[in-house]
């Protein structure tokens, strides 16, 4: 009896501890999958979170941005409804305000994509009244939505390859530069990035989905390349094409189907653009990308901003997209050469590689015409790190491998910080317009009611940050009638726009006429000029201030001065008291060339002397006409 009962004790014993163990274990389970899922969030909050910190590090915008966001910023300034019901009031309106009927450049661009955002943007921008504040807001709305795009192509890398590796992705995409920066701005190139990367997304084979989810996939992705290209950039046809011929050729889609997406698509993208762009052009039928097309292929006209060699996108561009080099030493070629990865890699890897190939045929050639491949080939890098990552306790090669992927992430991180910072010093326009706006109260004529301040921007200035929202009053509704019986337009300027700032009624010029600017009787009516050049300005002038720009990077060796007034070996000096509070506050404030200064006061104590400087040289001059009183003892200005 006694060894029955001592067995029963026992069993009821371990059937407690393996409850316990059980229970223990789900606990520890749940904690465990708690953690990882916060660490998937926090990783996917990384990319929104470093376009956003790029957004506002740098909010200002250059030429190549300019047509999206001078229209974006006319259709909530003036709105749209003398496009859609048009009248005699309305065409004024027109012909007065819309930025692209005065400056219309070399070929119509689509206003597309600048409709949309100003659409998003407008709840927003009825509430925050602050000009600057809307560029943001409308810069934000684009940068969020690449963000939101690239996220998607993350989710379907995780369904693909698994979360481990979607993490890589991200933290690959997030540490580079080129798209981080970019992904904000309102180039025509990342108007369609989001909807491209999406099409790239739905090409990524799942497991688990099921054949006509396949299929239905793919059809999408050709839909939206098509409409996309239609829409936006026709270069996306040679996108198009090698993805095209793998579908068929792998036999994924019969041909019937390929060519219904692309008819669906094209009809898509030339009814939203011809019914759009022939409204706002006031040409009717309008098709600006083959406008485009036909001016910059069959013209050959793009060559004329410049040509590269035909290997330029593969030994240069692609490098500083991808950014980190253990991308392109490492972890793709790594794909290639594992059995297991290799199928899979190459189905990416093949029509995006053909695509830039394409390109490479085109003289001219910029970065950010290839700028599409970047996702997938980063997909492809993420699964190579993964594969190390996962067997880093197994040898020691993959244990070193795994810590070079690690610092070199960390060092990518470092490096894209460092650029933006030089970055923003690349909008003296911006900061010169700024200023002007802050110095011209302070030297207003006596008894001038309302005062009137008639300002000059030169070229460089208009193509260095300036837009309309640094210009003009916070914007009307988006459908705003015109106004009857309104004050006459400063039309007859020529270039010239108006528009009141608190007690000031400014009117701008962008005048780029040569011989008007050889005219002194053009330059009478200025009191301000921002000038890149002086000796061109005719008249009495003042310089007032000076706005620096980058002007390139040079090795400091040790016993050089720092050029900022302190002692960089000892430590003292103005810049050697300055902590990391007051740069950041520096930082905060937006005075990046003083942080960048401080910064290097430390670093070239930890660095016995040596340091990579920043260089940065006079570039926009900010001029007040000279004027003085006949007759008046002091003879001052004004």
């Known amino acids: 009896m006694d060894g029955d009962v001592l067995r029963a004790r026992k069993r009821s014993s371990e059937r407690i501890a393996t409850a316990l163990t059980r229970r223990m274990e789900t606990n520890v389970g749940q904690r465990m999958a708690l953690l990882r899922g916060q660490k998937h969030v926090f990783l996917a909050g990384l990319v929104p979170a470093v376009i956003l910190i790029h957004l506002i590090s740098a909010p200002y915008t250059k030429v190549e941005e300019s047509f999206n966001i001078q229209a974006t910023h006319d259709v909530l300034a003036h709105g749209v409804r003398g496009f859609v019901f048009p009248s005699e009031s309305g065409a004024m309106q027109l012909k007065d305000h819309y930025d692209h009927l005065t400056f219309t450049g070399p070929v119509p661009r689509t206003f597309v994509g600048a409709l949309a955002l100003a659409g998003a943007s407008w709840p927003l921008t009825k509430v925050i009244e602050d000009t600057m504040s809307q560029q943001i807001i409308v810069r934000a709305v684009l940068?969020?939505?690449?963000?939101?795009?690239l996220l998607y192509y993350r989710g379907r890398v995780a369904e693909a390859f698994g979360r481990s590796t979607a993490n890589w992705f991200v933290l690959f995409l997030a540490s580079g530069f080129h798209i981080m920066y970019y992904a904000s701005r309102t180039l025509p190139n990342f108007l369609a990035f989001g909807l491209v990367t999406i099409a790239l997304a739905k090409l990524l084979s799942r497991p688990s989905s099921s054949s006509r989810a396949r299929s239905s996939d793919l059809r999408v992705s050709l839909i939206l390349l098509t409409a996309t290209g239609t829409i936006f950039r026709s270069e996306l046809v040679l996108l198009l094409i090698p993805h095209t011929l793998l579908i068929l050729l792998g036999g994924q889609l019969s041909l019937p189907s390929i060519i219904k997406s692309g008819l669906l698509g094209t009809l898509i993208g030339l009814l939203t653009t011809v019914s759009i762009d022939s409204l706002f052009w006031q040409r009717f039928p309008l098709w600006p990308e083959l406008s485009g097309f036909s001016?910059?292929?069959l013209h050959s006209q793009s060559s004329n901003w410049g040509t590269s060699p035909w290997h330029f996108y593969f030994t240069s561009a692609l490098p500083r997209l991808l950014f980190n080099p253990l991308i392109t030493f490492l972890c793709i070629p790594l794909c290639l050469t594992q059995p297991a990865l290799r199928r899979r890699a190459a189905n990416i890897l093949l029509p995006n590689i053909a695509f830039v190939t394409l390109y490479s045929l085109q003289p001219h050639k910029e970065w950010r015409f290839i700028v599409y491949v970047v996702p997938p080939l980063l997909a492809v890098a993420a699964t190579g790190a993964n594969w190390v990552w996962t067997r880093r306790s197994k040898t020691l090669v993959y244990r070193l491998l795994s810590l070079a992927l690690l610092a070199s992430t960390l060092a990518s991180f470092i490096a894209s910080t460092f650029m933006l910072g030089i970055s923003r010093l690349n909008y003296p326009g911006a900061e010169a317009l700024n200023r002007l706006h802050a110095l011209a109260p302070l030297h207003l004529p006596p008894n001038t009611q309302p005062p009137i301040v008639h300002v000059h921007m030169d070229t460089l200035s208009c193509m260095t940050g300036?837009?309309?929202?640094l210009q003009l009053p916070p914007p009307s509704p988006l459908l705003?009638?015109?106004?009857?019986?309104?004050?006459p337009s400063t039309h007859d300027l020529g270039t010239a726009k108006?528009?009141?700032?608190?007690?000031?009624?400014?009117?701008?010029?962008?005048?780029?006429n040569d011989t008007l600017l050889l005219d002194p009787l053009f330059w009478e009516r200025f009191d301000w000029v921002l000038a890149e050049n002086v000796e061109r300005v005719i008249g009495r002038w003042v310089i007032v201030e000076t706005i620096d720009a980058y002007a390139g990077v040079r090795i400091v060796r040790p016993g050089q001065g720092s050029g900022t007034g302190g002692d960089v070996e000892s430590g003292k000096g103005e810049g050697g008291r300055r902590g990391i509070g007051e740069v950041w506050g520096m930082l905060k404030g937006g005075e990046w060339k003083g942080a960048l200064e401080v910064v290097e006061r430390y670093?070239?104590?930890?660095t016995g002397g040596w340091w990579v400087r920043v260089v940065t040289e006079p570039r926009i001059r900010i001029l007040r006409r000279e004027k003085r009183i006949v007759g008046q003892v002091m003879g001052g200005d004004w």
């Not at 940068?143 to 795009?149: I, Q």
């Open 295 to 297: 001016y910059n292929i």
């Open 466 to 469: 300036i837009t309309r929202f």
């Open 480 to 487: 705003s009638p015109p106004v009857a019986g309104a004050a």
């Open 498 to 512: 108006a528009e009141t700032s608190g007690n000031i009624f400014y009117v701008y010029d962008k005048s780029e």
């Open 603 to 606: 670093g070239r104590l930890a």
């Open 143 to 149: 940068g969020l939505w690449n963000a939101s795009c």
